[in-house]
């Protein structure tokens, strides 16, 4: 099991900068990959960035790569996306996730966006010009 918490999200104007924040807890001996989506109502949810375990390896979805930047610190508890050059359809809500692996395996592995299983309460982030 893995709880996530994120924190960080708001409002800005096209061209600024967000940073959220997610940070996670877990009661097992476990590696966990965690990752970013989005959501809009109306629309499915949509991966945005993922990291691995040892935050070695990241993706993104197209629509975000030069903008947006996924990390996490050194304690691994805790995973960042800083979003940079924002544009309006970046208006969502976001969400943390992670991937539950058993310790020692899936160190460098980022996950496919169906592989995770457990989500944070998302925030909201809301762009305008």
């Known amino acids: 099991q893995v709880q996530l918490v994120e924190s960080g999200g708001g409002s800005a104007q096209v061209g600024a900068s967000l940073r959220l924040s997610c940070v996670a807890s877990e009661h097992t001996s476990s590696n966990y990959a965690m990752g970013w989506f989005r959501q809009v109502p109306g629309k499915e949810r949509e991966f945005v960035a993922g990291i691995s375990w040892i935050g070695d390896y990241t993706k993104y979805a197209d629509s975000v790569k030069g903008r947006f930047t996924i990390s996490r610190d050194k304690s691994r508890k805790t995973q960042y996306l800083q979003m940079n050059n924002l544009e309006p359809e970046d208006t969502a809500v976001y969400y943390c996730?992670?991937?539950?692996?058993?310790?020692?395996?899936?160190?460098?592995?980022?996950?496919?966006?169906?592989?995770?299983?457990?989500w944070g309460q998302g925030t909201q982030v809301t762009v305008s010009s």
């Open positions: 996730a992670a991937a539950q692996y058993a310790r020692g395996g899936y160190s460098s592995y980022v996950p496919h966006p169906e592989e995770y299983k457990y």
